[in-house]
T-cell receptor, first 112, second 112 residues
Framework: SQTIHQWPATLVQPVGSPLSLECTVE??????LYWYRQAAGRGLQLLFY??????ISSEVPQNLSASRPQDRQFILSSKKLLLSDSGFYLC???????????FGQGTRLTVV | GNSVTQMEGPVTLSEEAFLTINCTYT??????LFWYVQYPGEGLQLLLK?????DKGSNKGFEATYRKETTSFHLEKGSVQVSDSAVYFC???????????FGKGTRLSVIA
């Protein structure tokens, strides 16, 4: 079975501070990995996706970046957080031969 | 482009009422369709799916039928429970290496 670990579960950061959210997956080799953001009362916004190590596609230009240093590790970063970066961040994976996505439990980020 | 449109929420129902959440899609090819559920403070869980026209996905009393002629995938349940209170997302995907496209979500509240 596929398991996705996200941490931390909650995070409060001041404006202008850096950010690093980590996502690791188990049970699948060469997964496709995704970062989504869910703002309060809104739907899911795809931020980045990756089909392999070092391969990152960005969907929305903003002050966030993503990296995939290992096959099962996906990191979301920012050098300087903005208030508008607050939200619920979800990591997801799909198997290379599958279609449905499996999600982690999410990280709630509050920028103050 | 590809998109998913869901009925606006919130939807409030009494226990044992009939539920319908409408979902329509626009796609450049032949998508697979999904319903995901998000309980408070958690990630998304796959509820059901359908991969071709006229397929019916079902799980936990929920059903949805892939209607190609109306480009729809409406979610239904005959008798809702308080424990069904959550946000429901309709989604589509065109192929294994492309991200899922989500609707904005519909919040369901079931009162006893």
């Amino acid at each position: 079975s596929q398991t996705i670990h996200q941490w931390p579960a909650t995070l409060v950061q001041p404006v202008g501070s850096p950010l690093s959210l980590e996502c690791t997956v188990e049970g699948t080799s060469n997964p496709n990995l995704y970062w989504y953001r869910q703002a309060a009362g809104r739907g899911l916004q795809l931020l980045f996706y990756s089909v392999g190590i070092g391969q990152i596609s960005s969907e929305v230009p903003q002050n966030l970046s993503a990296s995939r240093p290992q096959d099962r590790q996906f990191i979301l970063s920012s050098k300087k957080l903005l208030l508008s970066d607050s939200g619920f961040y979800l990591c997801a994976q799909t198997r290379p031969t599958g279609l449905e996505a499996f999600f982690g439990q999410g990280t709630r980020l509050t920028v103050v | 482009g590809n998109s998913v449109t869901q009925m606006e929420g919130p939807v409030t129902l009494s226990e044992e009422a009939f539920l319908t959440i409408n979902c329509t899609y626009t796609a450049t090819g032949y998508p697979s369709l999904f319903w995901y559920v998000q309980y408070p403070g958690e990630g998304l869980q796959l509820l059901l799916k359908a991969t071709k026209a006229d397929d019916k996905g079902s799980n936990k009393g929920f059903e949805a039928t892939y209607r190609k002629e109306t480009t729809s995938f409406h979610l239904e349940k005959g008798s809702v429970q308080v424990s069904d209170s959550a946000v429901y997302f309709c989604a589509l995907v065109l192929s294994g290496n492309t991200p899922l496209v989500f609707g904005k979500g519909t919040r369901l509240s079931v009162i006893a």
